[in-house]
């Protein structure tokens, strides 16, 4: 079955920077757009970036120019390189998948915390 596993979360402080990697399983990376989601406490689910099966992205105005999504279509994973982190940053992100004709698959998350 699809599974989405992230990693690369933990304590970075600001000023810093942080790569998270999420890999899938389930044989529908190849065909999947896949995106960053982040979730503080008390907050929605906030839209980072996205980036197609032919590597078109898209991103959030308020992580672009610092934060870079990639993926790597031979071992199934996408990236998303944080620079310059602040600590409005902190927060548990997600990745996600979509598949056009089998439909959204989530990670569990993984944390993020930024010092000040």
């Known amino acids: 079955q699809v599974q989405l596993v992230e990693s690369g979360g933990g304590l970075v402080q600001a000023g810093g920077s942080l790569r998270l990697s999420c890999s899938v399983s389930g044989d529908i990376f190849s065909m999947s757009a896949m995106s960053w989601y982040r979730q503080a406490p008390g907050k929605q689910r906030e839209f980072l970036a996205a980036?197609?099966?032919?590597?078109?992205?898209r991103y959030s105005e308020s992580v672009e120019g610092r934060f870079t999504i990639s993926r790597d279509n031979a071992k199934n994973t996408v990236y998303l390189q944080m620079n310059n982190m602040e600590p409005d940053d902190t927060a548990t992100y997600y990745c996600?998948?979509?598949?056009?004709?089998?439909?959204?698959?989530w990670g569990q998350g993984t944390q993020v915390t930024v010092s000040s």
């Open positions: 996600k998948a979509i598949h056009a004709l089998k439909g959204d698959y």
């Open positions: 980036v197609t099966p032919v590597h078109y992205t």
